[in-house]
């Protein structure tokens, strides 16, 4: 096995020397850290990481906890985490809470106990309540993708949720659609406020009785509640769907229903995910969310954090998402053909 003596010898350099490139708690001159890193290539040299953490004070971890990543919206958010923390020289340490407020709580806690050098919270689906449990995180902390009431506590890097789903309620009010329907998620209030609004700007009120919320996140609760949809208003012209997955399933209701679409409904989607990219007939029009982005801008708010040793700022940073549209809406069909 290598030792850090080893490399010290190959190098020409003494122990500390090497402790001090690899750790980079002391300056070291470019040459000669140059040479002690081309010895720990040469002889494949790996840092014992419990000891450097113990005489640092630094792990090179970073925690990450979303929701899932069985859907490909936070798998890709923790992809791009995972890379730009390796730019950087960190690991990730993941978990998952399943939408579970309890295994929430118990990854909050478990993680502010540990040594990881930050912590980076994606999706707030029942975390909000647990959130006080982050008073004792010796390390910065970091919100992202989060759609409820901020808090003022912590920085969170986030979407604009409500203006996306004013995009989506905007470009159906331009095809000239007023009979629609909602389905979606409680949790998702700020996408169903911005689509109302759209149609308020034109003085067309979306009613409570033309939201209709999905039993779950899938395809077949979005059959479900479009199919409870067409029962509520069987002359509705389109449907805004908060997540991609539910329009899969609405685009299935609609086909058994026999209604095509665009021509007798509209589409529109949330999030573009990859599954809705691949698997949607017709294409599904959506608004796409810059996920890789906020995470890019939420890892370098922590980094900032970790490098400086100062506590980020709790500021609220919103990106702006876009509306991609496709081939799953048109214009809005005459009245009566709901069947």
């Known amino acids: 096995m290598v030792t850090m003596k080893d490399v010290a010898e190959r190098a020409g350099v003494t122990k500390q020397t090497v ?12 040459a000669t850290a140059a040479r002690v890193r081309a010895a720990i290539d040469e ?24 929701p899932t990543v069985t859907g490909s919206f936070y798998s890709e958010l923790t992809e791009e985490v995972e890379d730009v923390l390796a730019v950087h ?4 340490l993941l978990g998952t809470t399943r939408l579970d407020g309890e295994r929430a709580k118990q990854h909050l806690t478990g993680l502010t106990s540990r040594l990881v050098d930050a912590l980076l919270v994606a999706g707030d689906v ?36 409500e203006r996306a789903g004013f995009l989506a309620g905007r470009h159906l009010r331009e095809l000239g659609h007023e009979r629609v329907a909602v389905l979606g998620h409680p949790a998702h209030a700020p996408r169903i406020a911005g689509f109302r ?27 479900a509640a479009a199919n409870a949809a067409f029962a509520a208003d069987p002359d509705l012209t389109a449907l805004f769907t908060t997540e991609d997955l539910l329009a899969l399933g609405a685009l299935e209701a609609a086909r058994a229903a026999g209604r095509s679409v665009p021509d007798d409904l509209s589409v529109v989607g949330h999030d573009d995910t990859m599954e809705a990219r691949q698997l949607s007939r017709p294409a599904l029009t959506t608004v796409s969310l810059p996920k890789r982005e906020m995470a890019r801008q939420a890892i370098e708010v922590l980094m900032r954090a970790v490098t400086t040793s100062e506590a980020p700022t709790n500021a609220l940073q919103l990106l702006r998402p876009t509306l991609i549209v496709r081939a799953s809406t048109g214009p809005a069909a005459p009245a009566g053909r709901g069947q």
């Open 197 to 223: 609004r759209a149609f308020a700007k034109d003085g067309i009120t979306v009613p409570d009785r033309a939201v209709h919320f999905a039993p779950e996140p899938t395809p077949a609760g979005g059959i």
């Open 126 to 161: 029942g975390l909000t309540e647990h959130l006080p449990v982050l008073a004792d995180a010796r390390f910065p902390v970091v919100l992202c993708a989060w759609e409820g009431e901020a808090p003022d506590t912590l920085p969170v890097v986030t979407i604009d949720y």
């Open 89 to 92: 020289g960190y690991h990730l």
């Open 19 to 30: 402790s001090n490139v690899i750790t980079g708690r002391v300056h070291v001159s470019p």
């Open 43 to 66: 002889l494949g040299y790996t840092p014992n990481l419990v000891a450097r953490s113990l005489a640092t004070g630094s792990t090179r971890t970073v925690g990450l906890i979303v």
